[in-house]
């Protein structure tokens, strides 16, 4: 692709101005006390350190801000060296980016919900001597249910330690258990006191499993929704009656089906398959149901900066006019036509959708540039 000096000129000048657009408010708006939290301090819980420093610093709250957080660092120097640890603490704050609130994460197909992110926090950590992981065991140590799950967790071993990280732990081996069948499976995490290793600081991991049975697949059924009344699809299930449960059953389905809807405007297409779990005979039914949602129809579509020819095989070569159901896929594979045209060679497109909400409409425009 080739893009003229007038063109780069001009597009330096408008990333100039954006970023100068953002970078004001950006300091303008930047809060000036933010909530902490605490990384890598596996002596105390988070209340028992939190009570450590305002016991000796008076007017901490549960916000700090530029003053407070250094009084806040060299107050956990003086409590690590009562351990006899000369350690060096740091303070990360969040990024502005950071600051933009997260939308929360879906259920995955085992009911489990991926650990969410923090909110924008002030992060105290001890950044030397090293705080690693040392053993990580499991109770009980002979089930086996957790011998899908060991070998993952034993490779933390070594690594930096972190609540976060412990968190994540916890959530791989429930999810690793849940994958081989155990859907009731709990997992509790525990750490031991922290113990010298030579220039590093260890910290032994146990976690405690409740598997509860491995479950059995009683059924698999899919209603495709409007577009597929009536239409088989068990052709596609990964799983079938009988099967040991674990694995998703409408894998090789779901993205297809989601894809096949935005094809005919259903923007907003939901596919819900949850299991339903029959906890006493330890069996587990699986059925996907397609919420279609609303229609969107094609509002506007405006073509600019090709000359009539061309642009009248771009709308040719979309095939979507306005009043028809907004096929994404067609905007999604209007570049690979277009490079196949002798008429549109050298040009390149790129396309701007604006979601109506209100009057489940799109207008979409389409600009070409060489």
Same mark, same amino acid.
């Given at each position: ?11 330096? $000048? ?24 605490? &990384? ?8 028992? *350190?939190? &009570? ?125 258990? @849940? ?15 922290? @113990? ?66 935005? @094809? ?11 299991? *339903? ?23 506007? *579509? ?15 070569? $979309? ?44 207008? *979409? ?6």
């Amino acid at each position: 692709m080739h893009i003229h000096a007038s063109r780069v000129w001009l597009l330096s $000048l408008v990333l100039l101005g954006f970023a100068s657009a953002i970078a004001q408010p950006a300091k303008q708006n930047y809060p000036t006390h933010f909530p902490y939290r605490f &990384s890598n301090f596996p002596w105390w819980s988070d209340a028992e *350190l939190r &009570s450590a420093l305002k016991e000796r610093i008076p007017a901490l709250s549960d916000e700090v801000n530029a003053e407070t957080m250094g009084r806040v660092r060299e107050t956990l120097k003086m409590l690590m060296k009562g351990k006899g640890i000369a350690a060096e603490i740091q303070s990360i704050e969040p990024s502005y980016s950071g600051l933009n609130p997260q939308e929360p994460e879906e259920l995955d197909f085992w009911g489990m919900q991926f650990p969410p992110t923090p909110k924008p926090a002030i992060e105290f950590s001890i950044l030397t001597p090293s705080i690693l992981i040392g053993r990580v065991s499991f109770l009980p140590e002979s089930d086996l249910s957790v011998l899908a799950a060991q070998s993952e967790a034993k490779e933390k071993e070594g690594k930096p330690f972190t609540i976060s990280g412990e968190l994540f732990m916890q959530y791989r081996t429930q999810k690793v258990l @849940r994958q081989n069948g155990y859907l009731a499976a709990e997992v509790k995490i525990s750490h031991a006191l922290p @113990r010298r290793d030579g220039d590093n600081i260890l910290v032994n991991l146990t976690l405690g499993v409740i598997s509860g049975p491995k479950f059995t697949v009683s059924s698999v059924s899919a209603d495709g929704g409007p577009l597929l009344q009536g239409k088989d699809l068990s052709p596609l299930f990964a799983v079938k009656a009988g099967d040991t449960a674990g694995r998703d059953p409408f894998q090789r389905i779901d993205p297809g089906l989601r894809e096949w809807y935005h @094809r005919f405007g259903y923007l907003e297409v939901q596919l819900e398959h949850q299991p *339903l779990l029959d906890r006493e005979h330890a069996l587990v039914s699986y059925r996907l149901s397609v919420i279609p949602g609303p229609v969107y129809h094609l509002r506007q *579509l405006t073509v600019s900066n090709l000359n009539s020819a061309q642009e009248a095989k771009v709308r040719e070569l $979309l095939g979507m006019k306005s009043g028809d159901p907004f096929n994404t896929n067609a905007v999604d594979t209007l570049q690979q036509k277009c490079d196949k045209e002798p008429i549109l060679s050298g040009r390149n497109v790129v396309n701007e959708v604006k979601k109506d909400v209100e009057a489940k409409a799109v207008d *979409l425009t389409i600009e070409s540039f060489d």
